[in-house]
């Protein structure tokens, strides 16, 4: 049973950077057909794609956040972490981790974690 | 980027209904299209993949079609356990997801 959980903080300030990391367990973060990914989901929106890491540590990164976006294997841990910088209030939003199957570069999200809150206030 | 435009926004519909729900793309995105069911406080759950590819366990009463532009994901028979909200995402140039459509039953 493939599981994430993601962990970080629940708060982050207008400005700071927000890390998160997903921990993964039941499969290896090193198979090499799965990319692992970042989505968050404002408070009643919809859902919006942050971007997504291959093992070999390529990632690709949702155009309106590249730049401000970092997203990071740790293999020997099994997980992978995403850096967001210079946060704002519209970065309030629950964060999902999954894992990313089909294709080449991981289409479509098969396992998801919970999600973790993130509010962004001073 | 790929806007995906979800309709109709949230429905009505009785236990036993057939309800069809719609997902236009705003360019071609062949059948590289998933669909979702999200409850309240949950993560997402995988329903549909590749436009018609129904994942493992999920019920045959959820079908998914159509290509290129146009897509509808329809649940027969609706059950209780269908009420929540439903998203497509395309993944023919980077990820983008529709808006969300809230089934009431």
């Known amino acids: 049973q493939v599981q994430l959980q993601e962990s970080g903080p629940g708060l982050a300030k207008p400005s700071e950077t927000l890390s998160l990391t997903c921990t993964v367990s039941g499969d290896s973060i090193s198979n090499r057909i799965y990319y692992w990914g970042w989505i968050r989901q404002p408070p009643g929106d919809g859902l919006e794609w942050i971007g997504s890491v291959h093992y070999t540590g390529t990632p690709y990164y949702n155009p309106p956040v590249q730049g401000l976006v970092t997203i990071s294997v740790d293999t020997s841990k099994n997980q992978f972490s995403l850096r967001l910088k210079s946060v704002v209030a519209a970065d309030t939003a629950v964060y999902y981790c999954?894992?990313?199957?089909?294709?080449?570069?991981?289409?479509?999200?098969?396992?998801w974690g919970q999600g973790i809150l993130v509010n962004v206030s001073s | 980027d790929i806007q995906m435009t979800q309709s109709p926004s949230t429905l009505s519909a009785s236990v036993g209904d057939r309800v069809t729900i719609t997902c236009r793309a705003s360019q071609s995105i062949g059948r590289q299209l998933a669909w979702y069911q999200q409850k309240p406080g949950r993560a997402p759950k995988i329903l549909i993949y590749?436009?018609?590819a129904l994942e493992s366990g999920v019920p045959s009463r959820f079908s998914g079609t159509g290509s290129e532009t146009e897509f509808t994901l329809t649940i027969d028979n609706l059950q209780p356990d269908d009420s929540a909200t439903y998203h497509c995402q395309q993944y023919r140039s980077n990820k983008s997801f529709g808006q969300g459509t809230k089934v009431e039953i």
């Open positions: 590749e436009a018609s």
């Open positions: 999954a894992r990313a199957a089909g294709g080449n570069f991981g289409w479509y999200f098969d396992y």
